[in-house]
C-alpha cells in the first residue's frame, strides 16, 4: 500500500479569492464565488472527466458553459473561507454486482464496493449553505413488490475481493462487506443493500480513499434469516463525517432485506 | 305581531337579562374552547396522522364541545333539554323523509371516511374529474383540479363510481406507445429504448423497464415501452422519455410511420 500524494483534497476549509474558485470532483465541476453577503454556486456534470480526477484551481467562470443548479446563497456574513464536507448518500444504496456472485454454504469472503458520495457546503463553524451529489446514482425500489419496499440509490459494483481491483476514486466510498454464509446451501448474490446513513465516513490516508464502516451480512443456517452487523472503520482511517442516521450495531431481516 | 313582541318581553322578563348574557357568554366561552381544543388535538396529533385524520382530529375536538356548550346556554335560558331533543327527534325524522339524498350522501360520506381508500391531499380520477382532494365533507368531496377549478362531488356520486387514487403508491409505472414502420431494426429499437431508460437517473433500475409489441398492425408494429418513476416525479420523467426517445430515433434514423396524403390536382 503506498501513500496518496497524488491527488489535491477536495474536502476541508477552502480560502475563496475575489476571483472564486472552482473545483473538479471527478466528473463534478463546481463554481464557487462569494460576495461580502452571499455565495454564489453552479455546477456542471461532464461525461467527458474521468472519475477520479481532482483539481482545485483559483478562478470561476460562470459565463463558460450551460451550468446546472445556479443559485445565491444569502448570509449575514460570507466570510472567506469554505468548508466541503464529504457525506455518504442521504438514502440506502442498493449495489448489483456487475456479474452475479454465488457464495457456497459455509463460505465467507470480503468485498469492496463503492458507494457514491455527497459534498455539503457550509461555512466554517456557520450554517450550511447546500449539498450536491458527487455522482447522480440512479434510483432504484427495493422490496418485495412496488407497494412495499424503500426508494434506494443503484450502484454497479465489481464487488472486488482485492483493494487494488478497484480505481482510485474521489467521488466514492468503500465499504468492506463480509458475505458469510451459514446455510448449506450455496446463496446468489444479486444485489446487496447497504445501509450507508447508518455508516460513519473516514478516510483512510494509507490507500487514498475515502472508507466506511466495515458490514457483515450473514445469512443464518435456517436459511431465510440475515444478520446486518455494523462493524467500525477500518483502524487506518480517520473519521470525517457521522452517520446521517443513528446507527445500530446490529439488525436481523428477512434475507431478502438484505439482499437478493 | 304585537303578540309575538308581548310575548317576547313577557318571556325575556321571566328569565331576566342576566341569564340572557350568562347564556351568551357561556356559549361564547365554548367556542372558544372548541376552537382551542380542535387546534390542540390537530397540532399534538397532527404531525403523525394524514390530513384526513388530521382534519376529522379537528372536528372530533370541535364539535362536541359546542354541542356541549350549546345545550348548557339553552338550559340556563330555561329550557327543558329532554323535551328539546324529543323535539329534535321527530324534527329528524322528518328532515329525513324529506331530504333522502341528503341523507344518501351522509351514509356514503361515512363510508367514504370508514373505507380510507383517499384521503385530503392525495390526488384522486373520478367521473372523468382529476385533482387534488380539499376535503371529504358528510354531503360532498371537494376537490380542485389542476386548472385551478373547486369541483363539488356528491359523497353518492363517489359510492357509485370507480374512484383511482393516483397518491395511493410511492411509485408509477409510465407506459408510452411507439409505432414504428416494417422497415425497422426492432432489436435496435429494443436496444435504444433500454439504452434511453439507463441514461435518465430518475428511472428506476427496479422494476425493470419493459420492451414489448403490443400488435402488428397493418402498416406499423406497435411497442409499448414501460418506465417506473417516483410518483411525484411522474410528469417531469415522462416529458422527458417522450423527448428523448423523439431525439435519438431522429438521430438512428428508425423508421416511424408518417400518416401521408395524396393530393390528385386536376390538369
Given amino acids: 500500500m503506498t501513500e496518496s500524494t497524488e491527488s489535491p483534497r477536495w474536502w476541508g476549509t477552502h480560502e475563496v479569492p475575489e476571483e472564486g474558485i472552482t473545483f473538479q470532483i471527478g466528473a463534478l465541476v463546481l463554481l464557487v464565488q462569494r460576495d461580502p453577503r452571499e455565495w454564489h454556486l453552479a455546477h456542471r456534470r461532464d461525461g467527458t472527466l474521468g472519475d477520479h480526477a481532482v483539481e482545485v484551481t483559483p478562478g470561476a467562470d460562470f459565463d463558460a458553459s450551460p451550468l446546472a443548479g445556479e443559485r445565491r446563497v444569502l448570509v449575514r456574513d460570507a466570510g472567506r473561507a469554505l468548508e466541503l464536507v464529504p457525506r455518504l448518500a442521504d438514502r440506502a444504496v442498493v449495489a448489483r454486482p456487475v456479474k452475479p456472485l454465488r457464495l457456497p454454504g459455509g463460505e465467507r469472503i470480503d468485498l469492496f464496493v463503492g458507494t457514491p458520495l455527497f459534498a455539503l457546503f457550509r461555512l466554517p463553524a456557520g450554517p450550511e449553505l447546500d449539498e450536491l451529489p458527487l455522482i447522480v446514482a440512479p434510483e432504484t425500489w427495493f422490496g418485495p413488490s412496488p407497494v412495499r419496499g424503500e426508494l434506494c440509490y443503484s450502484a454497479r459494483t465489481r464487488a472486488a475481493i482485492e483493494l487494488d481491483e478497484l480505481p482510485r476514486n474521489l467521488n466514492r466510498a468503500l465499504t468492506r462487506v463480509t458475505l458469510i454464509n451459514h446455510a448449506k446451501d450455496a446463496m446468489n448474490v444479486e444485489r446487496i443493500r447497504l445501509p450507508v446513513t447508518r455508516l460513519r465516513l473516514g478516510f483512510d490516508a494509507s490507500i487514498g480513499r475515502f472508507v466506511t464502516d466495515d458490514v457483515e451480512l450473514e445469512r443464518e443456517s435456517d436459511g431465510e434469516t440475515a444478520n446486518l452487523e455494523i462493524r467500525t472503520l477500518p483502524k487506518t482511517a480517520r473519521e470525517l463525517t457521522p452517520p446521517r442516521e443513528p446507527a445500530r450495531s446490529a439488525w436481523k431481516h428477512a434475507l431478502s432485506a438484505l439482499w437478493a | ?267
Avoid: C
Fill in chain 2, 1 to 267: 305581531m304585537d303578540e309575538i313582541v308581548a310575548g317576547l318581553k313577557t318571556w325575556f322578563d321571566s328569565i331576566g337579562w342576566s341569564s340572557i348574557v350568562r347564556a351568551a357568554g357561556i356559549f361564547l366561552v365554548g367556542l372558544l374552547l372548541a376552537r382551542l381544543l380542535g387546534s390542540f388535538l390537530g397540532r399534538v396529533f397532527g404531525g403523525r396522522v394524514d390530513p384526513q385524520r388530521r382534519m376529522l382530529l379537528r372536528r372530533a375536538g370541535f364539535y362536541p364541545v359546542v354541542l356541549l356548550a350549546g345545550a348548557a346556554a339553552l338550559r340556563e335560558l330555561g329550557f327543558d333539554l329532554s323535551v328539546f331533543l324529543g323535539a329534535a327527534g321527530i324534527f329528524t325524522v322528518a328532515i329525513g323523509f324529506a331530504s333522502q339524498t341528503s341523507a344518501s350522501n351522509v351514509i356514503s360520506g361515512l363510508f367514504l371516511i370508514g373505507e380510507r381508500a383517499f384521503g385530503v391531499g392525495d390526488v384522486i380520477e373520478v367521473a372523468g374529474i382529476t385533482g387534488e382532494v380539499l376535503a371529504i365533507d358528510l354531503l360532498s368531496v371537494k376537490v380542485r383540479t389542476f386548472d385551478n377549478l373547486y369541483v363539488r362531488i356528491p359523497n353518492e356520486t363517489m359510492v357509485k363510481s370507480n374512484v383511482t387514487n393516483l397518491s395511493k403508491f410511492p411509485l408509477r409505472r409510465i407506459d408510452l406507445v411507439l409505432r414504428f414502420g416494417y422497415g425497422a431494426d426492432l432489436k435496435r429499437v429494443r436496444e435504444l429504448l433500454l439504452e434511453i431508460a439507463d441514461a435518465e437517473p430518475r428511472v428506476l433500475d427496479e422494476p425493470v423497464p419493459l420492451v414489448f409489441v403490443q400488435e402488428f398492425e397493418p402498416t406499423s408494429v406497435r411497442l409499448q415501452f414501460s418506465v417506473w418513476a417516483r410518483r411525484e416525479l411522474f410528469l417531469d420523467v415522462r416529458t422527458t422519455m417522450q423527448a428523448e426517445v423523439h431525439r435519438r430515433f431522429d438521430e438512428e434514423g428508425i423508421d416511424r410511420p408518417v400518416a401521408r396524403m395524396m393530393l390528385d390536382a386536376p390538369a
